[in-house]
């Protein structure tokens, strides 16, 4: 499947685009359970999202966000670009990386979504979650930078005994993430003590 990703740009990019897609409704539907009670039993402290580019979308729970097609649209230019230098030079193992870093990280957190997702129904639906839980946004997103870890290193294993760039590329993309949402947690951890 890897070379035939790396033959056929529409192939990833089709995949890529659709599990982006996926993210955003999955955020919006996760988002509006949320608002329905969920949140009456678990507060998370700020936006429900944690990409900051996203919040405002997000907490106004728009279906059509022209911040996210800007950013649909300039990552499969990026990706399109870097398809054609790839092949033009003659390493497709640098398109494989990138193309890897975005959908398996899209995979890790279609795994929080899915999760999201049958909680928070399971919780509207019935009384198995009782009392209130609250996190601070810091613990929010250290506990995210974890989950990106174990994503990052599982997929470093993979891609260690396979010898797959775009594993690789999974576990480098995973990282990244895990390094962004630990340094917004060292932000958000900052602001509340200075509150």
Not at 8 to 21: D, E, K, R, S
Not at 38 to 45: G, P
Not at 108 to 134: C, M, T, Y
Not at 160 to 169: A, E, M, P, Q, R
Request: one cysteine or more; hydrophobic letters at 55%; charged letters at 15%.
């Amino acid at each position: 499947m890897e070379v035939q990703l790396r033959e056929h740009l529409w192939l990833g990019l089709i995949i890529w685009m659709a599990l982006f897609i996926s993210d955003y409704s999955f955020t919006i539907a996760c988002a509006r359970l949320y608002r329905r009670g969920v949140n009456e039993k678990i507060v998370f402290e700020g936006s429900f999202e944690l990409t900051p580019y996203y919040q405002k979308d997000i907490d106004a729970l728009k279906k059509f966000s022209p911040r996210f097609l800007l950013a649909l649209v300039l990552a499969v230019t990026v990706l399109s670009v870097l398809w054609f230098l790839a092949t033009y030079v003659e390493m497709p193992e640098l398109y494989s990386l990138a193309l890897g870093a975005l959908v398996l990280l899209q995979l890790a957190v279609h795994k929080r979504h899915l999760q999201n997702f049958f909680l928070f129904r399971a919780i509207l639906k019935s009384d198995l979650v009782r009392g209130r839980i609250e996190y601070p946004r810091s613990l929010i997103l250290r506990q995210s930078s974890l989950e990106l870890c174990v994503f990052s290193a599982m997929f470093a294993l993979i891609a260690l005994f396979t010898w797959s760039i775009f594993v690789l590329g999974g576990a480098l993309g995973c990282a990244s993430a895990a390094v962004k949402h630990w340094q917004l947690s060292q932000s958000a951890l900052k602001s509340a003590a200075s509150a």
